[in-house]
């Protein structure tokens, strides 16, 4: 079966500007997580989706925010780019937990 | 003092060596840990799962807990070149599925050598 889907891979933008990511989780998942990764921070976790609904929520600013569609698809947006945020994001999707999720690729996001 | 504290490495081993990868963590809340695998430029991809302390196996790994010292091991036997990534642990900071968070370790890079 097709597994998690991330769009767009590759994404330049400039400080001020705001970007909104895209995830389309594995067919029947419903809860979607996403995931900031850098050398030096390493995976840490934004915020998980669960039927529409934020369930948990790391120690990002607002500026990160997301949301889930009722077919499980998801977005990420983050506002008022900073050169900080350059990163590799990550979402993963599970049936509702977070010890068995599946990753997609990843959008690297590069802030100039 | 870290949460999940995990060796960057490098590590590299010969071709057909057990390889052994460990975390050590602070919270003795943790139940569950997981073990990622990730190649360069790609997401990480689950290679298992365990629920409080023993061990699982899965073809050739072994995870390994170890609540008592707050340690978790990955072990690979037959290491082969297609092992080559870097390997991330995690643990979810609580079994309830609200105000929940996933720790992730730094990852170990590992090199097997042909």
């Known amino acids: 079966k097709a597994g998690v889907t991330q769009t767009p891979r590759y994404l330049i933008k400039t400080r001020g500007q705001q970007v909104t990511l895209s995830c389309s989780p594995i067919?029947?998942?419903?809860?979607v997580s996403w995931y900031q990764q850098t050398p030096g921070q390493g995976l840490q976790f934004l915020f998980e989706?669960?039927?529409?609904?934020?369930?948990n929520k790391g120690n990002f600013p607002g500026r990160f925010s997301g949301r889930q569609f009722s077919n499980s698809r998801s977005e990420m947006n983050v506002s008022t780019l900073e050169l900080g945020d350059s990163a590799l994001y990550l979402c993963?999707?599970?049936?509702?937990?977070?010890?068995?999720?599946?990753f997609g690729p990843g959008t690297r996001l590069t802030v100039t | 003092q870290k949460e999940v504290e995990q060796d960057p490495g490098p590590l590299s081993v010969p071709e057909g060596a057990i390889v052994s990868l460990n975390c050590t963590y602070s919270?003795?809340?943790?139940?569950?840990f997981m073990w990622y695998r990730q190649y360069s430029r790609k997401g990480p991809e689950l290679l298992m799962y365990?629920?409080?302390?023993g061990n699982k196996e899965d073809g050739r790994f072994t995870a390994q807990v170890d609540k008592s010292s707050k340690y978790i091991s990955l072990f690979i036997r037959d290491s082969q070149p297609s092992d080559s990534a870097t390997y991330l642990c995690?643990?979810?900071?609580?079994?309830?599925?609200?105000?929940?968070?996933?720790?992730f370790g730094k990852g170990t890079r590992l090199h097997i050598l042909p």
């Open positions: 067919s029947g998942h419903r809860s």
């Open positions: 995690a643990m979810p900071k609580s079994l309830m599925n609200r105000d929940d968070k996933i720790i």
């Open positions: 919270n003795s809340a943790f139940q569950y």
């Open positions: 993963a999707s599970s049936f509702g937990t977070l010890y068995e999720q599946y």
């Open positions: 989706y669960f039927s529409e609904t934020q369930r």
């Open positions: 365990t629920y409080s302390s």
